[in-house]
């Protein structure tokens, strides 16, 4: 190893140790970046050592911010946090509650299927991971285990389904990695639907062959009644509106009527209609939803600009190269080194938010894999279709990083909104089962590429 070498290993631990002290992750990247900054400029003035960094860097540091922050795609991001706010504040998830959960009323854990499914719809509304944990989590908890369901089946299922918002477009963890590593969000966005699809029935059929083999675990209720016209009426009449806003911003995008940013506009004030339309929208709330947004906004593009300068003197060291080497000195094969890094990013989503890990390992890993010379079909229609592929594959990974501890942010949001009763130990055990059932979804991602390049290719013919 070379001095440039050490110095890489030596930021990455500088790094870690910071956050090990408590402070904000925006600032330990950025005070990482201007340390190392000194580092290289009196590494190279007294070692005799060339790293390619000097003082220099601060006014590149801005350069890159500037260029970071003119991205037209990047204002989709508040947008589609306001439009999934905003609908959380409309009530449309407890309409659905109420009315979705007589329609498998008469199905055994027919409560926790029905959580399930509102949970896709929701990811596809709202892509915020926050609202649709709180929001399951406060209408279906309690009415689970007044039920008698097991209080590790009724976690979980909350848990695992509010994670969805995170894979189902509009994501905006998908919008992150697009602009990232340049790639089409359009791409993304289709190559999300499939997966985001099989990860949401391997979790009911995990749900139906759980209650079947363990009925005590989810009886059914004393009170069921048949299913009627009106019960299906009801559940089509509160599906229509969420379903018409996902055809207005999915659509849009898939058709190539409007680009994402446009389209995330027509989303936030479709959802703002829709508060009005039932009666949920004042003042007070647009505040609310205005300063919840900005709050979001302002973490994510604060770690985006220490990313981004953690990121600038990480390969003024010679980091690109260093991880390269070891990557492809790996004795396993492209695939295998694939496997290694999803495996790493699992390991990462432990004690690391998404935001970190799109903006901080994505950067440094994808040249190594578009090196590799793997062969996704894109069918002559999708660009990079071995990069879409990838990013899907770490995107169903990073679900995990929600629900793994010890800090995975949907544990401590349904920690928030459970009853009194629940231990954070239940929560725990109840969401083991949803972490293998993402990984087994990341497993047939990967074994089925076609999966995430096919639709894509389909549309754009």
Known sequence: MELTDYLVVAMFATFIGLLLTGYPVALCLAGTSVI???????????????????????????TRIYSTMANWVLVSLPMFIFMGLMLDRAGIAERLMVSAQELFGKVRGGLAITVTMI??????????IGASVVLLGLLSIPAMIKQGYAKTLALGTVAGAGTLGILIPPSIMLVVMADQLALSVGDLFLGAVFPGLILAGLYVIYLLAFCYLKPAAAPLSPDRRSISWKVIFDVVKNVIPPALLIVAVLGSIFKGIATVTEASGVGALFATLLAVGYKRFNLAVLKEVLVSTYSTTAYIFGILIGA??????????????????????LPFGPYGIIAFILFCVFLLGFFLDWVEITLIILPLVAPVVSKLGLHIEGYGVVENPEMIWFLLLIAVTLQTSFLTPPVGFALFYLKGVAPSAVKLADIYRGVIPFIILQLIGMLIVGLFPQLVTWLPAVAYR
Request: contains cysteine.
């Open 36 to 62: 190392f900054t000194a580092v290289g400029y009196y590494a190279d003035l007294y070692l005799d050592t060339l790293t390619g960094v000097d003082f220099d860097y601060f006014g590149l540091s801005i």
């Open 119 to 128: 949970g896709v719809l929701l990811a596809a509304s709202t892509g915020i």
């Open 308 to 329: 981004t300068c953690f990121a600038l003197v990480l390969r003024g060291l010679g980091g690109d190269e260093f991880i390269e080497r070891v990557l492809t000195g």
